[in-house]
T-cell receptor
Framework: SQQGEEDPQALSIQEGENATMNCSYKTSINNLQWYRQNSGRGLVHLILIRSNEREKHSGRLRVTLDTSKKSSSLLITASRAADTASYFCSSLDTGRRALTFGSGTRLQVQP | DGGITQSPKYLFRKEGQNVTLSCEQNLNHDAMYWYRQDPGQGLRLIYYSQIVNDFQKGDIAEGYSVSREKKESFPLTVTSAQKNPTAFYLC???????????????FGDGTRLSIL
């Protein structure tokens, strides 16, 4: 079962623009995590936001969490061509102590 | 450097054949996971293990088997019962000690399995 679903499925922007991706989840969470996947590679952990946090920053990344709406967003500011990748949100399936992942947002940053 | 190593990077399976994908980690993590990823899709959990000599089925365990005899190793066997094995397989690990749930997962670079 998939806990999170990202929106949009695909996003194409110009270098220097901001990219915003959204994630909705179904059940209560302790935290929500965002990952990045370059084509043909494994996932890389980007940022974790706890359920009692509303916003978190890491470099050019800004993550927000709205537990009342069961949603999160990932903002990448001043995007670069190297940001081209798929981005996934994930949260814990407490029933089995394993993360579940959405289908991801495929971001294309045009140079 | 600590990390997760998956091998081989590419693997081909003949009909009726079992194949084993290797996953080794030197991060001293307790928990390990196997995911399947189909083109343009997210990750689906196959099996996971929170401790040596114990593992649990995920969402799509049918046609797969695992073992966890050592903390560092969590091999995945794709059996002949898995009729559609062509996919990208990802192994991950996390600390997952008691009281430290939801820790970030570290991923290997995957094995791409195809049918001959």
């Amino acid at each position: 079962s998939q806990q999170g679903e990202e929106d949009p499925q695909a996003l194409s922007i110009q270098e220097g623009e901001n990219a915003t991706m959204n994630c909705s989840y179904k059940t209560s969470i302790n935290n929500l995590q965002w990952y990045r996947q370059n084509s043909g590679r494994g996932l890389v952990h980007l940022i974790l936001i706890r359920s009692n946090e509303r916003e978190k920053h890491s470099g050019r990344l800004r993550v927000t969490l709205d537990t009342s709406k069961k949603s999160s967003s990932l903002l990448i500011t001043a995007s670069r061509a190297a940001d081209t990748a798929s981005y996934f949100c994930s949260s814990l399936d407490t029933g089995r102590r394993a993360l579940t992942f959405g289908s991801g947002t495929r971001l294309q940053v045009q140079p | 450097d600590g990390g997760i190593t998956q091998s081989p990077k590419y693997l081909f399976r003949k009909e009726g054949q079992n194949v084993t994908l290797s996953c080794e980690q030197n991060l001293n993590h307790d928990a390990m996971y196997w995911y399947r990823q189909d083109p343009g899709q997210g990750l689906r959990l196959i099996y996971y293990s929170q401790i040596v000599n114990d593992f649990q089925k995920g969402d799509i365990a049918e046609g797969y088997s695992v073992s966890r005899e050592k903390k560092e190793s969590f091999p995945l066997t794709v059996t002949s019962a898995q009729k559609n094995p062509t996919a990208f397989y990802l192994c991950a690990s996390s600390i997952d000690r008691t009281g430290a749930v939801n820790q970030p997962q570290h991923f290997g670079d995957g094995t791409r399995l195809s049918i001959l």
